[in-house]
C-alpha cells in the first residue's frame, strides 16, 4: 500500500524514493511483521487460552510425556502469523502485483482449512479434527486455482516450465501436467510442514530459515542483473514477493519469542498448513520448486520417516523408528526437547546453505 500510494510522488518528494527499493521495503515489511507479533501475541494467547480452556488436545499415541508437559498449552497460534503476515505484505508490498495475492490467497486459504481443523480439535477435545479426505479435496482446490492463476501471469515459455538445479539453460515444458504439479508442490510442501510441527519451536526455525532462502531467491530471479549474472532465469516481477518473504520471517521469528521451549502457544495446523503452502506457492513463482526439497530437506525427512514407517508396519509388521515422524523417534531414544530441536535446526540451515548452493553452481 505505501509503494502505491507514496512511490509515484517520489519526484516531488525525495523521500518517497525509497519506497521504490524492494530492499528497504522488504526490510520494512520484516519489522513490521515482528512489531505485529510482538504487540498482539499477549492478547492472541489470552484470547486462545479464555476460548480454549484445556488447551490442545495432545494425542494420546504420542510421547507419553507430551500428555503432562503439554496439556493446557492453547493451540490456532498460527492465526497470530496470518495476521502479521496479511497487514505487513499489505502495507509494504506493491497490491498491483498478481504473484503477491495469489500467494496470499494459498496462504489463507490453507490457513482457513487448518483453522477449521484446530477449532474442530479444541471443540470436540480430541486429536482429530476435518477427515483426512475432506482436509486434502480443501487443500487441491485452493492449489489448483492458485496454480492456473499464476501459470496465467506468467510469460511463456515459464508459465508451464520447470528449471532443474546445476543446469543452467534447462526448462523443461511440463505443459498441461505443470497444474497437477504445481498442485503437488503446495500441498505436498504445506502437509510436510505440518508433520514437523510436533516440538516446541520445531517448526517455525526452518520455516524462518526456509523462508529467508526463498526471499533471497524471489529478489534474484525478479532481478534481471542478478538472474543473467547467475544464470537462473529471469521471471519478471516475481522480486515482489521477497517482501511476502519479509513479512512471513518478521511473523515467523516473532511467534518463535511465544513458541520457545515452554511454548506458550501451538501453532497449530493454522499456522502450519498456511506456511508450508506459501512456501510451495513461492517456489512455482520462482520456478525453483525442486530447491524447495533442498532448502525445505527437513520437512522432507520428517515426511519420508512417517511413509517408511507406515509402509513398513503394513508390510512387515514391525516399525523402523520407535516413533514417527522422525523427532518423536529421537525423543524415545532419549534426547531432550530442547537437543531435538536445536539440532533439526542445525540440519535446516545447512540444507538451506545447500539449496542457496545451486544458484551459482551451474
Not at 92 to 102: F, H, K, R
Not at 253 to 270: E, I, K, R, S
Amino acid at each position: 500500500m505505501l509503494f502505491n500510494l507514496l512511490a509515484p510522488l517520489a519526484d516531488e518528494f525525495v523521500a518517497f524514493n525509497l519506497f521504490r527499493y524492494l530492499t528497504f521495503r522488504t526490510g520494512g515489511a520484516i519489522l513490521t511483521g515482528l512489531l505485529v507479533s510482538f504487540a498482539m501475541g499477549p492478547s492472541v494467547i489470552r484470547w486462545l487460552r479464555a476460548r480454549q480452556g484445556h488447551g490442545q488436545p495432545i494425542r494420546s499415541d504420542g510421547p507419553a510425556d507430551h500428555l503432562l508437559r503439554k496439556k493446557g498449552t492453547p493451540t490456532m497460534g498460527g492465526f497470530l502469523i496470518l495476521l502479521a503476515v496479511v497487514a505487513a505484505t499489505l502495507l509494504w508490498a506493491d497490491l498491483g502485483s498478481a504473484y503477491v495475492w495469489a500467494v496470499l490467497l494459498v496462504t489463507i486459504g490453507f490457513g482457513a482449512v487448518g483453522f477449521a481443523d484446530d477449532y474442530l480439535k479444541v471443540i470436540r477435545r480430541q486429536s482429530r479434527g476435518l477427515r483426512g479426505k475432506v482436509k486434502l479435496v480443501l487443500e487441491v482446490a485452493i492449489a489448483v486455482v492458485a496454480a492456473v492463476w499464476i501459470a496465467s501471469i506468467t510469460k511463456a515459455p515459464l508459465a508451464h516450465g520447470l528449471t532443474v538445479p546445476f543446469f543452467k539453460d534447462v526448462l523443461v515444458d511440463l505443459g498441461w501436467f505443470f497444474v497437477p504439479f504445481a498442485v503437488v508442490v503446495m500441498v505436498g510442501a504445506s502437509n510436510a510442514v505440518n508433520l514437523t510441527d510436533g516440538l516446541d519451536g520445531l517448526a517455525i526455525g526452518p520455516i524462518v530459515i526456509a523462508t529467508g532462502c526463498f526471499g533471497f531467491i524471489a529478489y534474484l530471479v525478479g532481478n534481471a542483473v542478478y538472474a543473467e549474472y547467475l544464470q537462473i532465469l529471469l521471471v519478471p516481477g516475481a522480486g515482489e514477493l521477497a517482501v511476502f518473504c519479509g513479512a512471513m520471517l518478521g511473523a515467523g521469528l516473532g511467534f518463535l519469542w511465544f513458541n520457545a521451549p515452554p511454548a506458550m502457544v501451538f501453532m497449530g495446523d493454522t499456522g502450519s498448513l498456511a506456511a508450508g503452502g506459501a512456501l510451495g506457492a513461492i517456489s512455482v513463482v520462482t520456478k525453483h520448486e525442486l530447491v524447495l526439497a533442498i532448502i525445505g530437506g527437513l520437512f522432507v525427512l520428517e515426511t519420508v520417516s512417517v511413509i517408511v514407517q507406515v509402509v513398513s508396519f503394513q508390510t512387515t509388521g514391525k516399525r523402523i523408528f520407535r516413533m514417527a515422524p522422525l523427532h518423536h523417534h529421537f525423543e524415545q531414544k532419549g534426547w531432550a526437547e530442547p537437543t531435538v530441536v536445536i539440532r533439526f535446526w542445525i540440519i535446516a540451515i545447512v540444507l538451506a546453505l545447500a539449496g542457496l548452493a545451486t544458484l551459482k553452481l551451474r
